[in-house]
């Protein structure tokens, strides 16, 4: 078994767990490791990635989310299923849409007022 260096298993790692916020892909884990042991094993060994140092490189932050509800077997079981992956998706589907409207709201409601208006 060749061992890869440092810097390729932390990018290796790194886009692991960014690929955790895809619904699609939880489920393929789900249903191609499923209650594996070492599976599990390293979705624990993945936690050090919370700490700050680590957590900085992360893209999608709520990954981290369901790095810890893959480690249980309840979550694993239940999105294997195609319909919970659609309820995962539509889920993240409404929470980027209402964050873009918040943000756009937010952004008018810090924009200078000028005089004249």
Do not use: C
Request: aromatic content about 18%.
């Amino acid at each position: 078994m060749v061992v890869p260096d440092d810097r390729k298993r932390f990018e290796l790692e790194l886009e692991f767990i960014n690929s955790l916020a895809n619904p699609a892909y939880l489920q393929w884990l789900a249903q191609t490791y499923g209650n594996d042991a070492s599976f599990i094993d390293y979705l624990q060994y993945l936690e050090y990635w919370r700490r700050p140092q680590y957590a900085k490189y992360i893209i999608y932050p709520h990954a981290f989310h369901f790095l810890n509800l893959l480690q249980r077997n309840e979550f694993r079981t239940a999105v294997a299923s195609a319909s919970v992956r659609e309820v995962i998706e539509n889920q993240q589907f409404f929470m980027w849409q209402h964050f873009k409207q918040n943000r756009e709201r937010s952004s008018q409601a810090a924009a200078p007022v000028t005089k004249g208006e």
